[in-house]
């Protein structure tokens, strides 16, 4: 049987690098990658890179804690898909579901991939929601979840998965 696999955004990321961004959800995508695979568009590397460079330069992550950064990033072994599409074509789709380029672009992966999406961006889930991409939710480890921006974090109803 192949391995589940999902796309990462940057959101889920980050709760795996920055204490004060880590929740049930982040922790519980982060653990599912030594079974599941993360497929991220290019555009993920560019935008991490950008947020833990800021982050060194503001003192919000140490040297040391940036090189494990890599060192994490290395171990699980993220799949990344080549860009394709012009800035056109990325203005076009940003106004087509309301998010910015950078969201659309993870948006647009899913889709293509027919892959869910693992995000806590409240827009961006509420646009997948909308293209009929679902949220990745990991086997295990998910202690709440959320329906769109607008509505608060919920507990699952375990009725509902029976």
């Known amino acids: ?20 961004e880590q929740d049930d959800y982040s922790l519980a995508v982060w653990r599912s990658l030594a079974e599941a695979r993360a497929v991220v568009p ?24 940036l090189d494990g950064s890599w060192q994490q990033l290395d171990v699980v072994g993220l799949h990344t898909l080549a860009p394709h599409g012009d800035a056109r074509h990325w203005a076009q ?7 910015s380029a950078y969201d659309a672009c993870y948006l647009d992966t899913a889709l293509q991939q027919r892959l869910p999406l693992a995000t806590k ?7 997948a929601r909308r293209a009929g991409v ?19 974090v919920r507990k699952p109803d375990p009725e509902k998965r029976r």
Do not use: C, N
């Not at 290019?42 to 003192?59: P, Q």
């Not at 961006?121 to 646009?127: E, Q, S, V």
């Open 42 to 65: 290019a555009l993920w590397h560019v935008e991490l890179g950008h947020i833990l460079s800021r982050a060194l330069r503001a003192g919000r992550i140490t040297a040391q804690a």
């Open 121 to 127: 961006d409240g827009a961006l889930l509420d646009a």
């Open 134 to 152: 679902s949220l990745y939710l990991p086997a295990r480890g998910v202690k709440a979840v959320r329906k769109s921006a607008s509505e608060p």
């Open 93 to 99: 789709r940003a106004a087509d579901w309301s998010l």
């Open 1 to 20: 049987m192949a391995a589940a696999a999902f796309v990462l955004d940057r959101s889920v990321a980050l709760g795996a690098f920055f204490e004060d």
